[in-house]
């Protein structure tokens, strides 16, 4: 099954638009990496991140005059794409006209398979020991580097642990990727970092309060609530 292991750098979260590609396909030494000028201003918490300035894309290609334009959807459509929070790099590629169809997310394939507090892609990196040249730490190549070593520890132990082929694991990080999360903790206000299991016990009222009320809720926050209210308290409830 063919791979390609790809990260992107972008003027910023919201509406981001590409100023780096980095991809390689699995098993191949060489990679791709490409900068471009886009159409806005990069965003100076970007910068913070990537390290990417304006001078350093002035004069680069528009990304839909590229050769790179062209190509990558066909060879997007001919292989599975392997990003860390791969949703957020599918966005910025469907925001430049390119569009993915099947993808493996290797953010929520490591949260579904390992009970980690963090499960960023620079975590993993240090948890697993990968090595790669500090330079390229966080610019989009750098990040492949690591995605590729993260990609192979996951499959390689699953396979291991569950006595299945390589393409069978591949179907199966497929699978999760496209799945919603059961999370297991809250990550913002008041019961921040506590288990859902306790607030399904403890305070069963703000699962149904965080259901009605709240406006702004991710895919994976609503699959964990319906989750959570449908098996009800097995405790008496407490005012949140």
């Known amino acids: 099954m063919k791979i390609i292991l790809l990260d992107t750098e972008t003027t910023g979260l919201e509406?981001?638009?590409?100023?780096?590609l980095a991809y390689k396909n699995r098993g191949d030494d060489s990679m791709f990496i490409e900068y471009y000028k886009?159409?806005?201003?990069?965003?100076?918490?970007?910068?913070?991140?990537h390290h990417i300035t304006e001078?350093?894309?002035?004069?680069?290609?528009?990304?839909?005059?590229?050769?790179?334009f062209k190509e990558l959807p066909k060879m997007l459509n001919d292989s599975v794409l392997v990003a860390h929070n791969a949703k957020y790099d599918i966005g910025i590629l469907k925001a430049e006209g390119v569009e993915t169809s099947r993808f493996i997310c290797t953010y929520k394939v490591a949260y579904r398979l390992y009970d980690f507090p963090d499960h960023k892609l620079q975590s993993l990196r240090y948890r697993w020991g990968v090595k790669i040249d500090e330079a390229k730490a966080h610019d989009?190549?750098?990040?492949?580097?690591?995605?590729?070593?993260?990609?192979?520890?996951m499959l390689q132990?699953?396979?291991?642990?569950?006595?299945?082929?390589?393409?069978?694991?591949?179907?199966?990080?497929i699978e999760i990727s496209n799945e919603p999360t059961l999370l297991r903790s809250i990550g913002f206000?008041?019961?921040?970092?506590?288990?859902?299991?306790?607030?399904?016990?403890?305070h069963f009222d703000y699962?149904?309060?965080?259901?009605?009320?709240?406006?702004?809720k991710s895919e994976d926050l609503i699959f964990t609530l319906d989750y959570h209210l449908a098996k009800g308290a097995t405790m008496p409830n407490t005012p949140f």
């Open 15 to 20: 509406n981001g638009r590409i100023i780096q």
């Open 38 to 49: 886009p159409p806005v201003p990069i965003e100076f918490g970007a910068m913070g991140t």
């Open 55 to 68: 001078e350093m894309i002035a004069g680069k290609p528009i990304f839909s005059e590229t050769v790179t």
């Open 140 to 153: 989009a190549s750098g990040d492949v580097m690591v995605l590729e070593k993260v990609f192979e520890y």
């Open 157 to 173: 132990d699953y396979m291991s642990q569950n006595k299945v082929t390589d393409d069978e694991a591949i179907e199966k990080f």
């Open 189 to 202: 206000g008041k019961y921040r970092g506590t288990s859902f299991d306790d607030l399904r016990n403890n």
């Open 207 to 216: 699962l149904v309060w965080m259901k009605n009320k709240m406006e702004d």
